[in-house]
């Protein structure tokens, strides 16, 4: 492993529950969070103070989203998804879409993806709050969505251990293979390297090249336990993992290598399982969450 300094410089006490997903906004050094406590709260990484919350939901929310300025996608759980306008701390508008959960959200030019507990990936115009499209849904819950413009493909990782791949233009499923043995928990695309990395239940990392037809590239048994979200640097050169086995690893994107683990032992890292990752521009900041309700704010020097 590589020469890596990390050490703790906050951590962003509050939330009540497990803490499921990080988003970034265009405000530098703000970023929101999302709990099993049903509360949205919005932090600013450069003081030490304990957030704001957004609003309170009856639910858990999984997934969050902020698809452009000002506004944020909430899903609901076993209710539907909610449109906040985060900054005044209004609701704009809702839209029942399900009774079960509601694992992931993503958007791109006016759309969004919400995946969903059974097994569904609702296509939504979020302006006007009305479906646009229901893709075909797999065996097992929607649990992971990356979005490639470029590609113009959706990326799609089920509890079923398939990734889908679908065609944005048609909606029109391209692909579908028995990715990992387990449930798929967490799919992103990096066009730098011309990969699409998934993380799974299984424990495995594995890197797909979407120009070869998806073809594996590499397998690396990442974790103890599940690998729970994967998030890249802003340059790209690196990435990081989290696990149910309560560390977060940085990799070396070219190699797939590991470079270092972050955990309670040598970095006062996380009691529990680790579930969002975000790595900020701010200052280069990296966040993790989990299920100890804590957002801990890492520096991580090269």
């Given at each position: 492993?590589?020469?890596?300094?990390?050490?703790?410089?906050?951590?962003?006490?509050?939330?009540?529950?497990a803490?499921?997903?990080?988003?970034?906004?265009?405000d530098?050094?703000?970023?929101?969070s999302?709990?099993?406590d049903?509360?949205?709260?919005?932090?600013?990484?450069?003081?030490?103070?304990?957030?704001?919350?957004?609003?309170?939901?009856?639910?858990?929310?999984?997934?969050?989203?902020?698809?452009?300025?000002?506004?944020?996608?909430a899903?609901?759980?076993?209710?539907?998804?909610?449109?906040?306008?985060?900054?005044?701390?209004?609701?704009?508008?809702?839209?029942q879409?399900?009774r079960?959960?509601?694992?992931?959200?993503?958007?791109?030019?006016?759309?969004?993806?919400?995946?969903t507990?059974?097994?569904?990936?609702?296509?939504?115009?979020?302006?006007?709050?009305?479906?646009?499209?229901?893709?075909?849904?797999?065996?097992?819950?929607?649990?992971?969505?990356?979005v490639?413009?470029?590609r113009?493909?959706?990326?799609?990782?089920?509890?079923?251990?398939?990734i889908?791949?679908?065609?944005?233009?048609?909606?029109?499923?391209?692909?579908?293979?028995?990715a990992?043995?387990?449930?798929?928990?967490?799919?992103i695309?990096?066009?730098?390297?011309?990969?699409?990395?998934?993380?799974?239940?299984?424990?495995?990392?594995?890197a797909?090249?979407?120009?070869?037809?998806?073809?594996?590239?590499?397998?690396?048994?990442?974790?103890?336990?599940?690998?729970?979200?994967?998030?890249?640097?802003?340059?790209?050169?690196?990435f990081?993992?989290c696990?149910?086995?309560?560390?977060?690893?940085?990799?070396?994107?070219?190699?797939?290598?590991?470079?270092?683990?972050?955990?309670?032992?040598?970095?006062?890292?996380?009691?529990s399982?680790?579930?969002?990752?975000?790595?900020?521009?701010?200052?280069?900041?990296?966040?993790?969450?989990?299920?100890?309700?804590?957002?801990?704010?890492?520096?991580?020097?090269?």
């Amino acid at each position: 492993m590589g020469s890596i300094q990390v050490q703790k410089v906050q951590s962003l006490t509050g939330h009540r529950s497990a803490i499921y997903n990080l988003q970034p906004t265009e405000d530098e050094g703000v970023i929101l969070s999302s709990a099993g406590d049903g509360m949205i709260v919005r932090w600013g990484l450069g003081h030490p103070d304990e957030g704001e919350m957004i609003a309170k939901l009856p639910n858990s929310v999984y997934a969050i989203h902020v698809p452009e300025a000002n506004l944020l996608l909430a899903g609901h759980n076993y209710d539907g998804i909610h449109l906040l306008d985060w900054r005044n701390k209004k609701e704009v508008a809702s839209l029942q879409l399900t009774r079960s959960a509601i694992f992931d959200i993503q958007s791109l030019h006016g759309l969004a993806y919400v995946g969903t507990g059974d097994g569904e990936v609702v296509v939504v115009d979020y302006k006007k709050m009305a479906v646009v499209r229901t893709l075909p849904s797999g065996s097992g819950s929607a649990r992971s969505i990356a979005v490639s413009d470029k590609r113009r493909e959706l990326a799609v990782g089920y509890s079923d251990h398939f990734i889908r791949i679908f065609d944005l233009d048609t909606y029109a499923l391209k692909k579908e293979w028995v990715a990992h043995q387990n449930s798929v928990f967490s799919v992103i695309y990096n066009h730098a390297h011309d990969l699409l990395l998934s993380g799974s239940r299984d424990a495995r990392l594995k890197a797909w090249e979407p120009g070869k037809d998806y073809a594996l590239r590499q397998e690396v048994v990442a974790h103890l336990f599940a690998i729970n979200h994967i998030a890249y640097s802003p340059d790209n050169k690196h990435f990081v993992t989290c696990s149910l086995d309560k560390t977060v690893k940085v990799w070396d994107a070219d190699r797939l290598a590991l470079l270092k683990v972050i955990d309670k032992a040598r970095h006062a890292g996380h009691s529990s399982s680790v579930n969002r990752l975000l790595w900020t521009s701010f200052q280069n900041r990296l966040i993790s969450a989990g299920d100890d309700r804590m957002i801990s704010v890492w520096d991580v020097i090269f």
